[in-house]
């Protein structure tokens, strides 16, 4: 079946620092992904739509400085948390579908960050 | 922001039992789909159901939708240790094509 592919699984990093994460389909392409962000113990919210070619749509509260969404191919889409501080510290999950209406969205492993 | 209420938001039930797990939400949507979260986890897709269907079956997984009441209900009949998780449902809504979860329920099956 189709596989979401997330990089990194765990960062722990200093205040400041900016972190990146991947998010890749392994077989098959994905001109929209998804990235959510989830709290302990809540359900995920989701922070933008990313599109292949162009600029992601971020929803509402979301900072579109703050969080940099690059989606340069039909492959991959990255997410840049900038200057991260320890309020950013989540669980950070993409997604991605195919083009076919209809079909569920494949989720990545996720990725833990914690901010220092 | 989020569209779907579940309920109940916790459950625990002994191995053998059925667990019934239900969802609400409030737009037209083109699907409804349950997944499946084990702790610090990604999510695993577990059934689909489309607005134009009302019941649906997977191994031990039964889902009903209701569209008139836009409600939803997932059914793990059987239930088994390692079924213990949360699970979300999420709809697919009609012109956004954005997917938007549940508050989740969060099963634990006793052995």
């Known amino acids: 079946g189709a596989v979401v592919s997330q990089h990194p699984s765990w960062v722990i990093c200093k205040s400041g620092t900016s972190v990146k994460i991947e998010c890749r389909s392994l077989?098959?392409?994905?001109?929209?992904m998804f990235w959510y962000r989830q709290f302990p113990k809540q359900s995920l919210m989701l922070m933008a739509t990313?599109?292949?070619?162009?600029?992601?749509?971020?929803e509402q509260g979301v900072e579109k400085d703050k969080f940099l969404i690059n989606h340069a191919s039909l492959t991959l889409s990255t997410l840049t948390v900038t200057s991260a501080h320890p309020e950013d510290s989540s669980f950070y999950i993409c997604s991605a579908r195919d083009a076919l209406v209809n079909q569920p969205q494949h989720f990545g492993d996720g990725t833990r960050l914690s901010i220092l | 922001s989020q569209q779907g209420e579940e309920d109940p938001q916790a459950l625990s039930i002994q191995e053998g039992e059925n667990a019934t797990m239900n969802c609400s939400y409030k737009t037209s949507i083109n699907n409804l789909q349950w997944y499946r979260q084990n702790s610090g986890r990604g999510l695993v897709h577990l059934i689909l159901i489309r607005s134009n269907e009302r019941e649906k079956h997977s191994g031990r997984l039964r889902v009903t939708l209701d569209t008139s009441k836009k409600s939803s209900s997932l059914l793990i009949t059987a239930s088994r240790a390692a079924d213990t998780a949360s699970y979300f449902c999420?709809?697919?809504?009609?012109?956004?094509?954005?997917?938007?979860f549940g508050q989740g329920t969060t099963l634990q099956v006793k052995p």
């Open positions: 999420a709809t697919d809504a009609r012109n956004t094509g954005k997917l938007i």
């Open positions: 990313s599109n292949e070619g162009s600029k992601a749509t971020y």
């Open positions: 077989d098959f392409q994905a001109t929209t």
